[in-house]
Every structure is written in C-alpha cells, then in structure tokens.
C-alpha cells in the first residue's frame, strides 16, 4: 500500500500517527527537528568530541532540541541515567517541562515517557533528572553512578556552570564515554566559564553557532521588529541575544569604550591590539597589581614619545606566588625585552626603568632585594632607585576614568601576546553596587583593568627621553634638511657649491 492510498483509507493524521510511533519504537526524533537542530544532531553525533557547545540567539530552539536529543538517549540506553541542567528550577518548570509533555505526547501508549517531580521516566529505565543549579548544593541533585550523556541547557546563565562541568557531568562520564552538550545564548559578560568552554570546543571543531537570522520560524519582519525593540542592530542586547555575539554590556563594562565603534568604523579594540616599532630613546615602566589567590599582573610597557602612545610590550601572569617566582620573572622579561649584553654585562635599552606594584611595602621591599644582580648592575648611575613603589590609589573613579579616556581615544598600543590584559579589558564588569571588580572567568578579579589604570596613571607623558644634541670646538651642528641640501647640490658636483660672481 502506498502512502496515498493509506491516507486515503485511513486519512492523514492517522497515517501521520503511525508514522511518528514507528520512529519512536527506532528511538528517531529527529522528524521533530529543524534544518539548524539537525547540523546540531549531526555535529554531536560525529564522534570527535565528548564535550560540544552551542552559541545560539533567542528563540532558537535550544531546549527543544536538548530534549529530543536526551529523548533519542534514553530510548536507545536501557536504564540509562542523562542528567539535565539548568540555570534555575523555575526554567525547569515553565520550559524544559511543557516540552517534554509534548514530545510525551506523540509516543505510542506503551513508550510514553511520564513526568514524575524533577524526573522523565522511561519504559526502559531509562531516567532524565532535571534540577536548576543555582549553587554547588542544588547542581549536585543531578549526580549518579554514571551517565550515558548530559545536558546543560543555558550554560551562560548557570553560576556554577564550571562545577557542573567539570564537578559533576564529567565524571560521570568517564566510563560510559558519555557525550556532553552543552547550549545557550552568551552572557551577559565574555567574563563567564561559558565562554572558556566556547574557545576550547571551538578549538575541537566541537562548537556550533546560530542567530536569529537562521531561524525558520520567525519571518523577516519579526526579526526586524526585534532588533529595533533590542535598540537596533548595534545594541549590546541585539548582538548578544539576537547575533548570538559574546559582548560585554556596555552597563555594567568597566571600561564600555574597548568595544565602541569608532569615527572610522573600527572597533578601538582592533585599533588598539596591535605591534608598534620600538623607538630609539624611550623610558620604561613595570607596573602590576599584585594577587595571590586573584592573579598577579605585571605590565612592562613605555612611553613612546614621538606618537604620545602608551606601549604595552609583555605581561607577566601569576597566581599563588612567592615574592621571590614574581620578581624572578620581572627579571627574566626585562632582560628579554630591554637589556644587551656588552662584554658579559647587560646593558638597558631605556632611559630608566620605573617599577611600580600594588602590593605592601614588606613585599616591595622584598621584591627589590631579590633583584637579579645583573639588572641592579645594569641600572645607570644617574637614574633612579630600583625600588618598587606603590601605584596611585586615591579616588579609584577617577583613575577607571583616566583609563576609559586613553582607551577611547586610542593613547593605548597593546602587543597581541599579552591575553590576560586583553581579555579583562574586554570581559571586565563592575559587581551589582559598582563597588568593586567582578570575578574574571580565569579566577582572577580583572587584576589586569587595575594594572592598566595603574600604568595609565604612573606615565609621565612630558618627559622627553632623546638626550640633547653635543658638539665640541671641532664640529658644528648642521640641520636634517640643510645637509640634505648639501649631499643634493654635491650630487650634481661640487662646482654647484660656489656662488656665482655677478
């Protein structure tokens, strides 16, 4: 019998019925997926991860694909365990639920999954625990013997979301091979675990992109409509929800001007990360903020005189270190960068060399004596003392300020290796109260927006570093251009040097 004459004799929801229960019995979902679910399904499927993300705007269809994707594993796992994540109980309850009694819905009476509490059951055994992870506590409900595959439906929004991965999901994992998916749309900050997970499955070819334009459900006009309502295309709130972007919002950035557009249309960012010519003459600066459970930042950078640009060179990153491991690697990078070696003593390339860190005078103190001798040897006579000396603290507003304005107006060069800086000029987000550094998503607390504003404060931007022209009775100073002048008029022979007689 062909598929008309069925329809014919039974008609079309019947047949469409038998067709969806059938599919069901082959543990095949997928005729509830759309065009962009599907590349998903095929991308997880494929084997060459454990762990896949999935940056998607709004309304994409996250969660209904979450689910057909944890209804295909239960099906084909007898007594199968696939823990479903959450950011909180209330998402559980008012979208992953009514979902999944739909999906419920369309199965043939003897595999009809049930809802029972914060569980889907299964005839198999099989079971999905479904628990919002609002704290440590909260996410551990999700926990069994092992699992067959897990889901983390809106990552960016979990505030544990690195404990849930790597605490609870991977784990139990680990004997079953199981795969983790991992979906939301980016938060509010690039500052969030979410965007670590994101760079590193991109890294795999494990990681899947999709915005608003891609969705089939909406219509042309729609998508317009919401994008003015988010303040146009442009807005934080349309690129990160609608373009599925990973960008800070602008109200709570620290310093909002990295990402603003420009008079030329480039992002200050891009006009600002980039390698600059090392001048001729040039005074250097070490400037840090010192962490031990937050990070250590130290910046080496100078002032370019000739394109009043501050430089930004090198960066040196730790955590849980000793006096002794920061200043050994201060001094490491300051002989890299800025010292020759003449006649088995180093010599510095700057001017001088001023060293500036957060940190309690005990600790500078400390740091200064555990100078390498070969940078104390090095220091000139006539410039100043090698000792660290506290930054500018007073009126931290202003400081944050005096940082924003040399952003936007591009008095910054910073080298493309120094991450960590970059990174928290551009995640960095002030907490609730604006009282304080949000926590960075590298465990630190934005130490590098504080040692940029210490650096941005410490520069004296008058000094001239090019020493003054000498002579002596032999020799006269000549101009540039006069003896340009000369070596023109002597191209043409010396004859052209004496004034004509009239």
């Known amino acids: 019998m062909t598929r008309d004459e069925a329809i014919a004799l039974h008609g079309q929801a019947a047949v469409s019925q038998a067709a969806q229960h059938a599919l069901w019995r082959a543990g095949d979902l997928t005729w509830l997926l759309d065009e962009g679910q599907l590349a998903a399904l095929a991308m997880v499927s494929s084997g060459r991860a454990r762990r896949y993300v999935l940056a998607w705007a709004r309304r994409r269809g996250k969660t209904w694909f979450f689910v057909a994707w944890a209804f295909m594993q239960a099906l084909r ?21 009514p979902i999944a ?31 919002g992870c609002e704290d440590e506590r909260k996410a551990d409900r999700l926990r069994g013997n ?21 605490s609870v999901m991977l784990p139990m994992t ?22 670590a997970l994101k760079e590193e499955a991109e890294r795999r070819g494990a990681y899947m992109h999709l915005d608003v334009y891609s969705n089939p459900r909406l219509t042309p006009a729609q998508i317009a409509a919401y994008c003015e309502e988010c303040g146009g295309p442009q807005s934080a709130t349309f690129l990160r929800e609608g373009l599925a972007l990973f960008v800070t919002d602008p109200e709570k950035a620290i310093v909002p001007e990295w990402a603003q557009l420009g008079a030329d249309g ?17 005074d250097a600066y070490v400037v840090g903020d010192l962490g ?48 020759v070696e003449v006649a088995g003593v180093w010599r510095p390339l700057p001017r001088q060399i001023t060293r500036i860190i957060d940190a309690p005078p005990i600790t500078r103190a400390d740091m200064a004596s555990l100078q390498e001798p070969a940078v104390r040897a090095a220091a000139p006579p006539d410039g100043p003392p090698l000792d660290w000396a506290p930054p500018r603290k007073a009126d931290r507003a202003a400081g944050v300020n005096a ?21 928290h000029l551009q995640s960095g987000v002030w907490n609730e109260r604006r009282t304080d550094f949000e926590r960075s998503a590298d465990g630190g607390h934005n130490d590098g927006v504080a040692a940029a504003t210490y650096l941005s404060r410490s520069i004296d ?36 040097l004496t004034p004509r007689k009239r």
């Not at 092992?146 to 790597?166: H, K, M």
């Open 77 to 97: 796992a007898p007594r199968g365990w696939i823990p479903y994540a959450a950011p909180t109980g209330k998402m559980v309850a008012d979208f992953v639920v």
């Open 101 to 131: 009694t739909l999906f419920a819905n369309t199965a043939p009476p003897d595999l009809r999954p049930e809802v029972v509490g914060d569980e889907i059951r299964f005839h198999n055994g099989a079971v999905i625990p479904m628990y």
């Open 146 to 166: 092992s699992a067959v595959a897990g889901v983390i439906d809106e990552g960016g929004f979990i505030p544990v979301l690195d404990y849930v991965v790597r």
């Open 174 to 195: 680990l004997t079953t091979d199981g795969v983790i998916v991992l979906g939301s749309t980016p938060p509010t900050t690039p500052a969030h675990p979410f965007t």
């Open 266 to 282: 480039l992002q200050n960012s891009k006009a600002i990360v980039r390698t600059v010519p090392r001048p001729a003459h040039f």
């Open 292 to 339: 031990y459970v937050d990070l250590t930042v130290i910046l080496f950078g100078y002032w370019h005189f000739d394109l009043a640009l501050i430089v930004v060179e090198a960066e040196l990153v730790l955590q849980r270190s000793t006096s002794a491991q920061i200043q050994a690697g201060v001094d490491a990078i300051e002989r890299e960068l800025w010292c």
């Open 403 to 423: 940082l924003r304005l040399d952003v936007q107006r591009r008095v910054y060069a910073i080298h493309p290796r120094c991450r960590t800086l970059i990174s």
């Open 461 to 496: 931007r008058q000094a001239n570093p090019y020493p003054p022209p000498t002579f002596n009775r032999h020799e006269q100073f000549v101009p540039p251009a006069v003896q340009q002048s000369l070596r023109e008029q002597a191209a043409g022979g010396w004859a052209a």
